[in-house]
């Protein structure tokens, strides 16, 4: 295939205009190019057909999986029936096209559900608008997100900013320490989105191969990422001065913030892919196949209307325990009472902590044995075996955090913004919109103040990171959160790659998707400030 062909069928870039003009020239030219490679295939003799036709060269491959993408994903109608028009022609030709592989953009939520989201709601389909002219794709978790409108325009345009706009760091190692960050987490699905985005912007190829391909000063960037992902609490300013006071390949101060912001944003993206069982992108290895169905013929209409999978029934529907809901708000309400009638001493405040802190510990995530990373995965990071640990396993004893005297909002903030300007307004606008989210309601009920909950999922988070806040009641904890939802948390929080469809089905099971997505932006955020803290203070007391 020549430069120019790849130029002209590897780029799309007219697809992504506001412009319709401008997209159907785009898609004028996509279509000749594309009918232009299939005509210059030798046909089959008509001794041999076959029912599902030939299959494309590898020249094709790439282009009818990204038009199959188009197909099922792009927000503009107009390209995305361009692309299943295209498709059908192609497939008349006797040339087998792609089907998608999976049940939509999650293994856990039906794809209905998720896609008539941007239908209802015309700022959701504006903000899908947006995330696919600056990127040329709308991602899954972007669709899984549309849930939350408000939240997904924050979380956008925070890692728009992160990844594309003026910072510190050049645009190939940005894409590099995401995928050292997301393979920490074996999260193939984050990798595999940066390896692509990385080579766009120039990377070398080289350090793809594995760690110690990459520059010294990624290497030394490792130590961090291990202990930031999977042991925070063991972070020291010693840490910051290797990286800073480097004889050679030495960071700067501003260059280790946003290496921080990136390396904490994709480990707590790894727990939200995993907690709503992101699946992998249509046009992506395991997104697609050219095989043909075992059932029936597969045919090119099943793109339009979602044929070309399983249906997606949730098996526990029939089975939702009765009442959880309203004993949940129950329990809310006789809080809020006890609240209003009297209040805990400092002394038994700090107790119900330590006693909560102790509790998280004994709460075992799901298959609890060892994950061994495939050698694809592992190659980005080193030393495969450090996971995380509780406090106290060995004996270890971890001073508890308190907030009170270093918090996001008296001291990482400003210590963000100081050296990464824009950004720790960014992150506080999206910690805020996650914590303060609410349409008071919960399940079928209406006009609920779930703000009692929403604090008890964020503290338990931190807590279970050891984190205190002095004027909070840990005792409500437990009356809010069952077993079965702490195993989820702790599990999404500290393990997520061994998150199951079965735990996402075992919590709240009277609520609806949205509202488990909303917990998992919750548990992302919280563990993203988690981490953050632990980072900032040891940067600010290696500056002190």
Not at 92 to 104: A, F
Not at 213 to 226: C, D, R, S, V
Not at 523 to 536: S, V
Request: proline residues 5%.
């Amino acid at each position: 295939m020549e430069v120019q062909d790849q130029e002209s069928l590897g780029r799309w870039d007219g697809l992504v205009s506001r412009d319709a003009t401008s997209r159907n020239e785009a898609m004028e030219n996509i279509c000749q190019e594309v009918m232009r490679k299939v005509e210059a295939i030798k046909p089959l003799p008509p001794t041999s057909p076959t029912p599902s036709g030939s299959p494309p060269t590898s020249d094709l491959n790439d282009t009818l999986a990204h038009l199959l993408m188009l197909a099922k994903r792009c927000p503009f109608e107009d390209v995305s029936e361009r692309c299943i028009r295209l498709l059908q022609a192609v497939q008349d030709l006797g040339i087998r096209i792609p089907r998608p592989l999976g049940n939509g953009p999650s293994r856990f939520i039906p794809e209905k559900e998720i896609l008539k989201v941007s239908k209802v709601d015309a700022r959701t389909q504006s903000i899908f608008e947006d995330a696919f002219a600056a990127l040329g794709r709308l991602d899954n978790i972007s669709l899984v997100m549309g849930f939350h409108p408000q939240y997904l325009e924050s979380f956008l345009r925070t890692q728009h900013y992160l990844l594309q706009m003026d910072g510190p760091l050049s645009l190939h190692y940005r894409h590099y320490i995401g995928i050292m960050a997301a393979a920490r987490h074996q999260c193939s699905y984050l990798v595999n989105l940066h390896v692509n985005d990385f080579l766009q912007v120039g990377g070398d190829p080289k350090w793809l191969k594995g760690l110690d391909g990459a520059p010294q000063k990624l290497q030394q960037l490792g130590e961090l990422n291990k202990i930031l992902a999977h042991r925070p609490w063991l972070l020291t300013k010693e840490h910051m001065e290797r990286l800073l006071k480097a004889e050679e390949h030495s960071w700067s101060l501003a260059e280790v913030i946003h290496a921080v912001v990136l390396l904490t944003h994709y480990h707590s993206l790894a727990s939200f892919t995993f907690g709503c069982g992101i699946t992998p992108e249509i046009h992506c290895d395991g997104g697609h196949t050219f095989r043909p169905p075992s059932l029936s013929q597969y045919c090119v209409c099943d793109i339009a209307n979602g044929n070309g999978h399983a249906n997606h029934d949730d098996p526990l529907g029939n089975q939702e325990m009765c009442g959880e809901v309203e004993v949940l708000m129950e329990r809310m309400k006789q809080l809020q009472e006890c609240r209003d009638d009297e209040e805990a001493s400092q002394e038994e405040m700090a107790t119900r902590f330590e006693r909560e802190k102790t509790e998280s510990m004994l709460v075992v995530t799901a298959g609890d044995e060892d994950c061994n990373p495939s050698r694809d995965i592992s190659r980005h990071f080193e030393d495969p075996s450090y996971g995380y640990k509780d406090f106290s396993r060995r004996g270890e004893h971890v001073p508890t955090f308190r907030v009170q005297d270093y918090s996001w909002e008296d001291h990482g903030f400003s210590l963000v913004n100081r050296l990464y300007p824009d950004v720790g307004q960014m992150l506080d606008e999206k910690f805020q919109m996650a914590y303060n989210l609410t349409y008071n309601t919960m399940a079928t009920h209406k006009d609920v103040d779930t703000s009692m909950l929403r604090r008890a999922i964020w503290n338990y988070i931190h807590c279970m990171f050891g984190i205190r806040y002095d004027d909070y009641d840990y005792g409500e904890i437990n009356q809010l959160l069952d077993r079965s939802f702490k195993i989820y948390i702790k599990t999404m929080v500290c393990c997520p790659e061994k998150t199951t469809r079965r735990m996402y089905e075992s919590f709240w099971r009277q609520f609806q998707h949205s509202e488990k997505v909303h917990v998992n932006l919750l548990l992302m955020e919280a563990r993203m400030q988690a981490e953050l803290l632990y980072a900032l203070r040891a940067i600010t007391r290696y500056m002190t």
